[in-house]
């Protein structure tokens, strides 16, 4: 088995090695794997890493506990609320996107969906600025 660290820095990080892949580093990785698959995975299946492969492709994939692909599934569900909402408050949201709180709050009294939605994303229907102090303070967790 050779490349195992090679195949791990790729795929412990959330790539994909493809068949049809431009880098003929990755295209000798593919090889490598089809070649030894039964061999890669036992080897990775030691340290917690699944090696699972589709139509062209490998993944590493983990197996894990139903709480725990529900919490994260309700985690994802959080965040696409989130942009759902961002990106009704102005369609070209995106990285480096500046906006005030004061200028979203004035959005929210003025469009109906915008204010269903942000009470939606916060499970909270006191007050506007509530809500979005709530955003803020999430999206600043994140970076």
């Not at 919490?71 to 500046?98: C, H, N, Q």
């Not at 915008?114 to 970076?143: G, P, T, V, Y």
Request: one cysteine or more; charged letters at 30%.
């Amino acid at each position: 088995m050779k490349y195992t660290e090679e195949i791990f820095n790729i795929l412990s990080k959330g790539g994909f090695i493809s068949a049809n892949s431009v880098s003929p580093a990755i295209k000798r990785y593919y090889d490598a794997i089809e070649e030894d698959l039964t061999d890669y995975y036992e080897y990775y299946k030691g340290i917690g890493f699944y090696l699972e492969g589709g139509d062209g492709y490998y993944m590493f994939t983990r197996q894990e506990a139903k709480v725990d692909l529900e919490r994260k599934l309700e985690a994802v569900m959080k965040w696409i609320d989130y942009l759902s909402f961002l990106k009704t408050y102005d369609a070209t949201f995106g990285p480096g996107f500046k906006f005030r709180p004061a200028d979203i709050e004035v959005q929210i009294s003025c469009q109906m969906e915008l204010k269903d939605k942000a009470s939606n994303c916060f499970r909270i229907r006191r007050n506007i600025m509530r809500l979005w102090r709530n955003l803020f303070l999430n999206l600043k967790r994140q970076e």
